[in-house]
């Protein structure tokens, strides 16, 4: 089972870009990574998924490595409205093991 | 078009009872699942339909968990005796099947609340 962790905060700047990593080690080859966006009182919402390489799409990138082991989501110039928790997912495909990062609670400030 | 609703938003149950939490996915969306985020932590998935069948109910964390889905639409989540541990935010989100090029994007719901006294 794929471990996923993410650092719990991050502060940033309105303007500048955020780069968060979540690290999972134990990642299988079936295995998908999801990045998701959620406010409070909110379910969380998609932001972007990847296998390898780099994806991108119109509100952010994922960088994976070659081995697969860590992400990273980049969100360029962030405004005070990507204030979220932003959380990982190692995904099988297969409907049976879905694990969630702990979350890293993103704030941009002014 | 209107998204994954859930019911109740809130539920204050005393321990010992049995509650029982509603997900209407979104129409079209033959894929289900289950998650509980307790305070300030993350998701833990809980358990996956596709269609009426769930695969593997491994995720649930004990016996007195159970999920149902009929008509391949609603499902319900029932806890039964429930203990103080179990308040959480209970969330439930739909997709698309899953099939060879990827996980589907799931769409969540805004959640129950439960609250265990």
């Known amino acids: 089972l794929a471990k996923t962790t993410q650092p719990i905060s991050m502060d940033s700047y309105e303007g500048q870009e955020v780069n968060i990593t979540c690290s999972h080690n134990n990642i299988a080859t079936n295995d998908y990574i999801t990045w998701y966006q959620q406010f409070p009182s909110q379910g969380p919402r998609f932001i972007i998924q990847?296998?390898?390489t780099k994806v991108t799409n119109e509100v952010a990138s994922l960088f994976i490595p070659a081995d697969r082991k860590s992400s990273t989501l980049s969100l360029p110039r962030v405004s005070l409205s990507d204030t979220a928790v932003y959380y990982c997912?190692?995904?099988?495909?297969?409907?049976?093991?879905?694990?969630f990062g702990g979350g890293t609670r993103l704030m941009v400030k002014p | 078009g209107a998204g994954v609703s859930q019911s109740p938003s809130n539920k204050v149950t005393e321990k010992g009872k049995d509650v029982e939490l509603r997900c209407d996915p979104i129409?079209?969306?033959?894929?289900l699942y289950w998650y509980r985020q307790s305070l300030g932590q993350g998701l833990e998935f809980l358990i996956y339909?596709?269609?009426?069948?769930?695969?593997?109910k491994s995720g649930l964390p004990s016996d007195r968990f159970s999920a149902e889905r009929t008509g391949g639409s609603v499902s319900t989540l029932t806890i039964q005796r429930t203990q103080q541990e179990d308040s959480a935010v209970y969330l439930c989100?739909?997709?698309?099947?899953?099939?060879?090029?990827?996980?589907?994007?799931?769409?969540f719901g805004p959640g129950t609340r439960l609250t265990v006294t």
């Open positions: 129409s079209g969306h033959t894929a």
């Open positions: 990847g296998y390898k």
């Open positions: 989100a739909s997709s698309l099947p899953r099939g060879t090029s990827g996980p589907p994007k799931q769409y």
């Open positions: 997912l190692v995904d099988n495909n297969a409907g049976n093991m879905l694990t």
């Open positions: 339909f596709q269609g009426n069948s769930a695969p593997d």
